[in-house]
């Protein structure tokens, strides 16, 4: 069964999700984890690529695109619009719908910024967990 963590950010700032994106990222790969962030599109897989290298310094996660020659390699894969292969553990999911690849994965992250439309596509995907049997936990953070 799926584990889905919801973190509910107080921050506004524009960049928030994604940074702290970056920050469990870069906690799930310091133990031991397989990761798969999954973005919108193209342009925001790019960034996330960018911003992994540059969010913190002294941070050192590695990772690929999903369609890069170093993914094979990787822990960390960011992609859109495909499952990706392989084994991994976690989903950060930075989409508005939930992937329809959810379920095979040990657990899921959905980030929620204080933006409303970003609160309301949240509330929907966690109904959506719910109804197909996900357990489901909420983090409060100061972020």
Known sequence: MTKVDFYLLT?????AS??????L???????????????????????????LWTF???SFVPH???????????????????????KLELLINLCAEVPAFF???QRVAEIIGQDENHRHAGRQRYRYYRDHGCLLETHELNF
């Open 11 to 15: 921050s506004h700032q524009p960049q």
């Open 18 to 23: 994604k940074r702290f994106a970056c920050k």
């Open 25 to 51: 990222t870069e906690k799930a790969y310091r133990l031991g984890h397989q990761i798969y962030i999954q973005t919108e599109n193209q342009a925001q897989a790019q960034e996330m690529d960018e911003l």
């Open 56 to 58: 913190r310094q002294g």
């Open 64 to 86: 690929a695109l999903i369609n890069s020659e170093e993914a094979d390699e990787s822990p960390v894969l960011i992609g859109y619009e495909r499952e990706p292969e392989g």
């Open 103 to 105: 379920s095979r994965f």
